[in-house]
C-alpha cells in the first residue's frame, strides 16, 4: 500500500503488486543515483569508472566477500623487530607471539571478557577493513607494519595504561611495549583498544 498499490492483496495479483513495489523504489532510487553521479563527476571519478570498470567494480557490486581468519592477519604482519638477540628484540617478538594467541582466541571463542569479538573486528581495527582484498594488486601490497615503542613512561611520565596505536591509513600499529609485559596484559589492553577504539582519532 505504502508503494502505491491500491488494488486487492490476493496471489492472482502478486504480478502487479511486484510491479507496483519495483516501480515505487526505482522512482526512489533515480533522484538519489543521479545525485551521486553529479558528485562524482566534481571528482572526476565517473571517467575513471568509465576507464576502469573491472577496477572499480566490486566498489559498487557486491560480490562474495571473504572474512579474514587469525593466520591471515598473522601472515600480513610486518614487525620492525629491533636487532636479534638484545632484550628490545625479545619482548617484540614475545608481543607478536601474544598477538596469534589473542587472535587465535578470538578466531576459536568469539567473545573476549564476555564481549562479542571476531578476527574481523580486529582487521577492521587495524586496517579500516574487515574483509580479506579482493583485487590481486591489494592482496600483493596488504601488510600490516607493527611497531614497538619501548619508551612511552620516559616520554608520557608515570601512567597506568597505554593503548596501541593505529594508523588505518598506512595500516601500521604500534604496541606499547611497556604496558604488555604478560599476555593477561595484552589480551585485556588489545580488546578494549579493538573495542572502543574504532574512531578516527587516538585513543
Not at 30 to 46: A, H, W
Not at 101 to 113: A, H
Not at 133 to 152: A, G, Q, S, V, W
Amino acid at each position: 500500500i505504502s508503494c502505491g498499490y491500491t488494488s486487492q492483496i490476493t496471489l492472482e495479483c502478486k504480478e502487479s503488486i511486484i510491479r507496483a513495489i519495483v516501480l515505487h523504489s526505482t522512482t526512489r532510487l533515480i533522484p538519489m543515483l543521479q545525485q551521486i553521479r553529479k558528485g562524482m563527476e566534481l571528482y572526476g571519478l565517473v571517467n575513471q569508472m568509465a576507464a576502469n570498470p573491472e577496477a572499480c567494480r566490486s566498489l559498487f557490486v557486491p560480490g562474495k566477500i571473504i572474512k579474514p581468519d587469525a593466520d591471515f592477519i598473522i601472515m600480513n604482519c610486518q614487525p620492525n623487530f629491533s636487532e636479534k638477540g638484545t632484550s628490545k628484540g625479545r619482548t617484540e617478538r614475545k608481543i607478536i607471539n601474544f598477538l596469534q594467541d589473542f587472535l587465535q582466541e578470538v578466531e576459536m571463542s568469539g567473545t573476549i571478557y564476555f564481549r562479542p569479538l571476531a578476527v574481523p573486528h580486529v582487521l577492521q581495527w587495524m586496517t579500516g577493513q574487515s574483509h580479506i582484498p579482493m583485487l590481486p594488486d591489494e592482496k600483493r601490497h596488504f601488510k600490516i607494519t607493527c611497531n614497538f615503542d619501548h619508551n612511552c613512561r620516559e616520554r608520557l611520565g608515570d601512567h597506568a595504561v597505554c593503548y596501541p596505536i593505529v594508523s588505518a591509513c598506512t595500516q601500521t600499529v604500534t604496541f606499547p611495549v611497556q604496558h604488555l609485559s604478560t599476555y593477561t596484559d595484552f589480551r585485556r589492553i588489545m580488546s578494549e583498544a579493538v573495542k572502543y577504539g574504532g574512531g578516527f582519532h587516538r585513543v
